[in-house]
């Protein structure tokens, strides 16, 4: 989450992030909130002012901040729990895959986070 909000506004601050990590305890167990890119994306479909776009080169859908009004219409319809208001600047906010090269993958320790393209 540190990664992807630092990413994103230059600041670590989970409430900012795209990806999230959901526990009822320290110990977990612990439950990744994260877009899959929904070939059909209840996002979009929710959103009134179309502000969602499909970007064709990355698979990613992104939110257009100059058209989005940040009614949180499309944190509502999301079924993953992936779309989230940023509160302080009035705009949702979702994984956009940055670019096509995510930072949690290529940072992730572990590597438990890949991106694969599921046809
Ligand atoms: S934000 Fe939710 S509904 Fe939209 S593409 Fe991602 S997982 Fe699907
Ligand atoms: S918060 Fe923005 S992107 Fe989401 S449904 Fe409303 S206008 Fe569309």
């Known amino acids: 989450m540190n990664f992807c909000s630092f990413h994103h506004e230059s600041m670590v ?7 999230r990590i959901d526990s009822e305890s320290d110990d977990g167990p612990f ?12 996002c979009a479909a929710a959103c009134p002012v179309e502000a969602i776009i499909l970007d064709q080169q990355t698979g990613a859908w992104v939110v257009q901040e ?3 009004v940040g009614c949180g219409e499309c944190v509502t319809a999301c079924p993953y729990g992936a779309m989230y208001l940023d509160e302080t600047r009035g705009v949702s906010i979702k994984c956009d895959l940055c670019q096509g090269a995510p930072e949690c993958a290529l940072l992730c ?11």
């Open 13 to 19: 601050w989970q409430q900012k992030a795209r990806l």
């Open 31 to 42: 439950q990744v909130l994260i877009c899959w890119q929904c070939e059909d994306a209840a």
């Open 66 to 68: 100059d058209i989005c």
């Open 109 to 119: 320790p572990t590597k438990a986070i890949s991106l694969e393209r599921v046809i």
